[in-house]
């Protein structure tokens, strides 16, 4: 990609993530999202993960920094695919449904 295209790009998803806060949408879907991972399992799956992390390394080697980093990777890495599938088709209809 071009440095033109880049910044298209970027304006324009600046202009899209600004009409999500400014219609609600955005704390909707992260309502959604959030209820999602929950009935998964995803979120307590996450959290046995770092207990494990913790016990495994020692609550006196571990920093906030690893622990951070390994559970964004992971958390980002186990979402399922059915809920990020669902949350694109929510993104869409919202912007489908508000002439874009």
């Known amino acids: ?3 033109r295209a880049d910044t298209y790009v ?3 998803k600046i202009a899209l993530e ?3 806060i ?3 949408e955005e704390q909707r879907l992260e309502d959604y999202l959030r209820q999602k991972l929950i009935e998964s399992g995803w979120k307590d799956d996450l959290k046995k993960y770092c207990k494990e992390l913790i016990r ?4 006196e080697k571990v920093t906030i920094d690893e622990l951070v980093n390994e559970l964004v990777e992971r958390g980002r890495n186990t979402v399922p695919n059915k809920i990020k599938e669902d949350l694109l088709a929510r993104i869409k209809n919202y912007f489908e449904d508000e002439g874009y």
Do not use: D, F
């Not at 495994?56 to 609550?59: F, M, R, V």
């Open 56 to 59: 495994k390394k020692g609550l």
């Open 1 to 3: 990609m071009n440095q």
């Open 10 to 12: 970027a304006s324009r």
């Open 22 to 24: 400014e219609g609600g």
């Open 18 to 20: 600004k009409k999500l």
